[in-house]
């Protein structure tokens, strides 16, 4: 079982910046790619940065040169910066693993983001 706890969500400025933070119950260095998704209302749950344990990084062209995912392993935290926020990021935001014996997807509560114009 995996425990995964968002924070840093809240309300900012469009061009302001947030930093939110998924901690993880168990040691994330097991943790092969962990990811954060968003979803916005009415639309589908979509992927928005990954990285890998080995750091490499993936993102949502919608997000590309704003955000940015990091990880410590140490800390069993993964971090996704936010910077230049616009209205179309409004969304709560959740982290992801995919991990386990069998494999399967483990999900926090998410937490909201929202940036007013």
């Known amino acids: 079982q995996v425990q995964l706890v968002e924070s840093g969500g809240g309300l900012v400025q469009a061009g302001g910046s947030l930093r939110l933070s998924c901690a993880a119950s168990?040691?994330?260095?097991?943790?092969?790619?962990m990811d954060w998704y968003r979803q916005a209302p009415g639309k589908q749950r979509e992927l928005v940065a990954a990285?890998?344990?080995?750091?490499?990084?993936n993102y949502a062209d919608s997000v590309k040169g704003r955000f940015a995912i990091s990880r410590d392993n140490f800390k069993n935290t993964v971090y996704l910066q936010m910077n230049s926020l616009k209205p179309e990021d409004i969304a709560v935001y959740y982290c992801?693993?995919?991990?386990?014996?069998?494999?399967?997807?483990?999900w926090g509560q998410g937490t909201q983001v929202t940036v007013s114009s």
């Open positions: 990285i890998t344990s080995g750091g490499s990084t």
């Open positions: 992801h693993a995919y991990y386990g014996l069998p494999f399967r997807d483990y």
């Open positions: 168990i040691s994330i260095f097991s943790i092969s790619t």
